[in-house]
């Protein structure tokens, strides 16, 4: 059975990735989104699919008009970006929490079935044990970590305080098809695919052992899906990653070694607000919305890789 839903920041690398997976079973879709770090072209071939309100996660009037007669609002939207955050904390706080209540109260307002609510990684900080688990205590380092787990919280609360239906999402390092390689604030993986196929250095942050938990794009679309529907993940907080572990010097040879080049690497310093290592522990989502990865990392760099450089 089809329903009418609204992607946040659907025209981001993430939102736009679930929007696509959104019309391709049945959805009516409408995208949320003021372009500050989304692309018009990642909705290309779209405007007879997706009705789309322009504006603000600031604005509580917006965020209403968007919320207005959906079933499930998947929320997407964010300032995203550690450094980011390091840089301008207000206007990262403004975005990510304030942004968030505005879609909860909207959500509530309108008697919304579900929010799903795309968290970070990032909340666990330095602390505890690897791999991270849900049960462990956070501890965020950056603005944006701090942002991340208010949302978090905030959906905790409007379950228990007004009913209404949430699943917050970890995720871990997302990447793949439509991630923006050119922001100063990219992510690694398309900053790596870019200059290693350009033949330039890689810029590395600290000494390249620092670990991630690289999870490609259609594994986290997935998790979306079904924590949409499941029964008991109401109120839930779970990890979305693929359960590995991989070096950002490893990540740069795989890369290099895909396109078939050498890898030149450039080490600056280690750049404040990030974690050292990030590994999930994913039962939790296997318990309760029925996540399971489906492709792995070298499969989902090699799709990235296609995507990026026109060879797929």
Same mark, same amino acid.
Request: aromatic share 6%; hydrophobic share 40%; net charge negative.
């Given at each position: 059975?089809?329903?009418?839903?609204?992607?946040?920041?659907?025209?981001?690398?993430?939102?736009?990735?679930?929007?696509?997976?959104?019309?391709?079973?049945?959805?009516?879709?409408?995208?949320?989104?003021?372009?500050?770090?989304?692309?018009?072209?990642?909705?290309?071939?779209?405007?007879?699919?997706?009705?789309?309100?322009?504006?603000?996660?600031?604005?509580?009037?917006?965020?209403?008009?968007?919320?207005?007669?959906?079933?499930?609002?998947?929320?997407?939207?964010?300032?995203?970006?550690?450094?980011?955050?390091?840089?301008?904390?207000?206007?990262?706080?403004?975005?990510?929490?304030?942004?968030?209540?505005?879609?909860?109260?909207?959500?509530?307002?309108?008697?919304?079935?579900?929010?799903?609510?795309?968290?970070?990684?990032?909340?666990?900080?330095?602390?505890?044990?690897?791999?991270?688990?849900?049960?462990?205590?956070?501890?965020?380092?950056?603005?944006?970590?701090?942002?991340?787990?208010?949302?978090?919280?905030?959906?905790?609360?409007?379950?228990?305080?007004?009913?209404?239906?949430?699943?917050?999402?970890?995720?871990?390092?997302?990447?793949?098809?439509?991630?923006?390689?050119?922001?100063?604030?990219?992510?690694?993986?398309?900053?790596?695919?870019?200059?290693?196929?350009?033949?330039?250095?890689?810029?590395?942050?600290?000494?390249?052992?620092?670990?991630?938990?690289?999870?490609?794009?259609?594994?986290?679309?997935?998790?979306?899906?079904?924590? &949409?529907? =499941?029964?008991?993940?109401?109120?839930?907080? #779970?990890?979305?990653?693929? +359960?590995?572990?991989? /070096? $950002?010097?490893? !990540?740069?040879?795989?890369?290099?070694?895909?396109?078939?080049?050498?890898?030149?690497?450039?080490?600056?310093?280690?750049?404040?607000?990030?974690?050292?290592?990030?590994?999930?522990?994913?039962?939790? &989502?296997? =318990?309760?919305?029925?996540?399971?990865?489906? #492709?792995?990392?070298?499969? +989902?760099?090699?799709? /990235? $890789?296609?995507? !990026?450089?026109?060879?797929?």
């Amino acid at each position: 059975m089809s329903s009418t839903v609204l992607v946040t920041g659907g025209a981001g690398f993430i939102g736009s990735n679930l929007v696509r997976a959104l019309l391709e079973r049945g959805d009516s879709v409408r995208v949320l989104d003021n372009f500050s770090t989304g692309f018009r072209g990642n909705l290309d071939g779209l405007d007879a699919d997706v009705v789309l309100v322009e504006g603000d996660l600031r604005s509580y009037e917006r965020v209403h008009a968007a919320v207005r007669g959906v079933d499930v609002v998947y929320h997407q939207g964010a300032l995203p970006s550690v450094p980011r955050s390091v840089q301008d904390p207000l206007t990262t706080t403004a975005v990510n929490i304030e942004g968030t209540l505005n879609v909860l109260l909207a959500a509530r307002d309108e008697g919304v079935r579900r929010v799903v609510n795309a968290s970070s990684s990032s909340v666990y900080g330095n602390g505890g044990t690897l791999p991270r688990d849900e049960g462990q205590s956070p501890d965020p380092i950056s603005p944006y970590a701090v942002a991340k787990l208010a949302g978090e919280r905030f959906c905790t609360s409007f379950s228990r305080v007004y009913e209404i239906e949430t699943v917050s999402l970890r995720y871990f390092n997302v990447f793949g098809p439509r991630q923006d390689p050119n922001s100063q604030y990219a992510a690694v993986v398309p900053r790596f695919i870019r200059a290693i196929a350009d033949g330039a250095p890689v810029t590395i942050y600290g000494d390249g052992e620092q670990s991630r938990d690289f999870t490609y794009v259609a594994n986290v679309v997935e998790a979306n899906l079904l924590a &949409a529907d =499941a029964a008991d993940a109401i109120g839930a907080i #779970v990890n979305v990653a693929t +359960g590995g572990s991989e /070096t $950002v010097n490893a !990540l740069a040879d795989t890369i290099g070694r895909l396109l078939g080049r050498e890898v030149e690497k450039s080490f600056e310093p280690e750049r404040a607000g990030d974690v050292r290592a990030s590994w999930a522990d994913i039962s939790l &989502a296997r =318990a309760t919305i029925g996540f399971e990865p489906r #492709v792995g990392l070298e499969e +989902g760099l090699q799709r /990235t $890789v296609e995507s !990026l450089l026109g060879g797929g």
